[in-house]
């Protein structure tokens, strides 16, 4: 698809823009009573051990980590639950369609905050007290300890960082529920009619005939819920979970940098939102590629 070319009402625009950021520049170089002191802030990505002799992440990186790690394990989570809860909306039984119902209705209209307290007390406070979880991971060999540690949490906060994991599958889930579902329902009834009369089961119609066609309708709203997802995280901090946002309070609280702080995670979310867009729109691309449009 071709570029449209760039228009004087572009220019003017783009000029427009830039003259209100050098206005802001220069109000809050020259208003602002504020010290800016950007110099606190590299500290607090890596710093040096001297008794290992090398450099170690420091709280930003830690957290920056944090909420990759975050955002992934509730994707993978949600994604399916998402897909199973859009087939049984669209499912011919009516005890499923209730349950799909009920279920993104109730957490879609639910502040995730309340969610986040209900979903920390229960699994978190009961849940894997009573099934001894915290014990058995405590029992396990160095090793193993070291993996968990770094694909998820060390094991003192696995608790903690399963409630956080859970509570976003649970939330984002229910919006995944709906992209998957309304991209279904997008497709021509025609299409179901044809692979029926093919002798295609339901199944076969969804997985060869009708998800395919879906999936290309369904990438962008879900690509943006992915980026939700990492955004979402960050309230996930309430719980003492040490992701970006939360180790972003520690920071500020010790040096009262807040305008430096702030500003720098922002950055470090814009980097990971930002980085899924580029990657999304590629995977866009390649599909339009394989289908010749």
């Given at each position: 698809m071709s570029?449209?070319?760039?228009?004087?009402?572009?220019?003017?625009?783009?000029?427009?823009?830039?003259?209100?950021?050098?206005?802001?520049?220069?109000?809050?170089?020259s208003r602002v009573r504020y010290n800016w002191n950007w110099s606190v802030i590299p500290q607090f990505f890596f710093y040096y051990d001297e008794a290992g002799s090398r450099w170690v992440p420091n709280l930003i990186v830690k957290g920056f980590l944090m909420t990759i790690k975050l955002s992934v394990w509730a994707t993978l989570l949600a994604t399916p639950l998402g897909v199973l809860t859009a087939l049984l909306r669209i499912g011919r039984n009516l005890v499923g369609r209730l349950l799909g119902r009920t279920y993104v209705e109730l957490v879609r209209n639910m502040p995730p905050l309340v969610l986040v307290y209900?979903?920390?007390?229960?699994?978190?406070?009961?849940?894997?007290?009573?099934?001894?979880?915290?014990?058995?991971?405590?029992?396990?060999?160095?090793?193993?300890?070291?993996?968990?540690?770094?694909?998820?949490?060390?094991?003192?906060?696995?608790?903690?960082?399963a409630s956080a994991v859970f509570m976003l599958a649970i939330y984002e889930g229910a919006y995944i529920a709906e992209i998957v579902r309304a991209g279904v329902q997008s497709i021509d009834r025609g299409q179901w009619e044809a692979s029926s009369a093919l002798g295609f089961t339901r199944l076969q119609q969804l997985r060869h005939v009708i998800f395919p066609q879906a999936l290309a309708r369904t990438l962008p709203p879900y690509a943006g819920q992915v980026i939700s997802t990492i955004k979402d995280s960050a309230i996930v901090s309430v719980i003492s979970i040490p992701e970006l946002t939360f180790q972003g309070l520690e920071i500020m609280a010790s040096t009262y940098r807040t305008f430096e702080i702030w500003i720098t995670i922002t950055a470090l979310y814009f980097v990971l939102t930002f980085t899924c867009s580029l990657g999304v729109q590629r995977l866009e691309a390649a599909l339009g590629a394989r289908r010749g449009y």
């Amino acid at each position: 698809m071709s570029r449209r070319p760039v228009g004087w009402i572009d220019v003017v625009v783009g000029a427009a823009c830039a003259a209100l950021v050098l206005w802001l520049g220069y109000l809050m170089g020259s208003r602002v009573r504020y010290n800016w002191n950007w110099s606190v802030i590299p500290q607090f990505f890596f710093y040096y051990d001297e008794a290992g002799s090398r450099w170690v992440p420091n709280l930003i990186v830690k957290g920056f980590l944090m909420t990759i790690k975050l955002s992934v394990w509730a994707t993978l989570l949600a994604t399916p639950l998402g897909v199973l809860t859009a087939l049984l909306r669209i499912g011919r039984n009516l005890v499923g369609r209730l349950l799909g119902r009920t279920y993104v209705e109730l957490v879609r209209n639910m502040p995730p905050l309340v969610l986040v307290y209900i979903v920390y007390y229960f699994v978190s406070d009961q849940l894997v007290r009573a099934l001894g979880v915290e014990t058995l991971l405590l029992s396990l060999g160095p090793g193993m300890q070291g993996f968990l540690e770094g694909c998820c949490a060390p094991v003192t906060k696995m608790p903690v960082f399963a409630s956080a994991v859970f509570m976003l599958a649970i939330y984002e889930g229910a919006y995944i529920a709906e992209i998957v579902r309304a991209g279904v329902q997008s497709i021509d009834r025609g299409q179901w009619e044809a692979s029926s009369a093919l002798g295609f089961t339901r199944l076969q119609q969804l997985r060869h005939v009708i998800f395919p066609q879906a999936l290309a309708r369904t990438l962008p709203p879900y690509a943006g819920q992915v980026i939700s997802t990492i955004k979402d995280s960050a309230i996930v901090s309430v719980i003492s979970i040490p992701e970006l946002t939360f180790q972003g309070l520690e920071i500020m609280a010790s040096t009262y940098r807040t305008f430096e702080i702030w500003i720098t995670i922002t950055a470090l979310y814009f980097v990971l939102t930002f980085t899924c867009s580029l990657g999304v729109q590629r995977l866009e691309a390649a599909l339009g590629a394989r289908r010749g449009y």
